[in-house]
């Protein structure tokens, strides 16, 4: 029974300093996160020259736009994580129908959204608006060191 009892102390310790471990990692992960989203807002903010009641009304619809879009990315993103050797012809001809609907329904949510960005923001900045996401992505990727051409970061002692 001793010999059970401190196995069982033992085993608990070691989980329980896993899960601080893992607690601390996701709010340090959740911290980069919202770093990330603010220094986003700014440099959005900035790109578009919001006015503070442009911004007022442009956050809240971007938020909604991009929280759908996300879903839709996830959503995508388990398409592509299925095994397609492991599947029939009918399960991949239904696959490939998924992937095109969730596509179409991108470009569809693109369409929606730029037309309620335009009751916000002038054509210009709506216009604008795609190229300082894309400037914006650009940056935090090399910031994060995966910014060259294959997402891979540069080999050390060489210059980006």
């Known amino acids: 029974m001793n010999y059970f009892l401190r196995n069982t102390l033992i085993l608990l310790l070691l989980l329980t300093g896993t899960l601080r471990v893992q607690a601390q990692q996701s709010a340090e992960r959740q911290e980069r996160m919202n770093r990330i989203e603010n220094a986003k807002i700014a440099f959005l903010t900035d790109k578009l020259s919001l006015t503070q009641e442009q911004a007022q009304r442009f956050w809240p619809v971007y938020n909604e736009f991009t929280d759908k879009r996300r879903d839709l990315g996830q959503k995508q993103k388990q398409l592509r994580s299925t095994k397609v050797e492991s599947l029939n012809d009918q399960q991949i001809r239904d696959l490939l129908k998924q992937n095109t609907t969730l596509r ?7 369409k929606e959204y730029y037309d309620k960005f335009q009751k916000v923001l002038s054509v210009r900045q709506t216009g604008q608006l795609l190229v300082a996401e894309r400037e914006f ?3 935090i990727l090399q910031k994060l060191g995966g910014g060259r051409r ?5 080999p050390a002692g060489t210059a980006n």
């Open 104 to 110: 179409q329904n991108e470009v569809n949510l693109e």
């Open 137 to 139: 992505t650009r940056e």
């Open 150 to 154: 294959g997402g891979s970061p540069a």
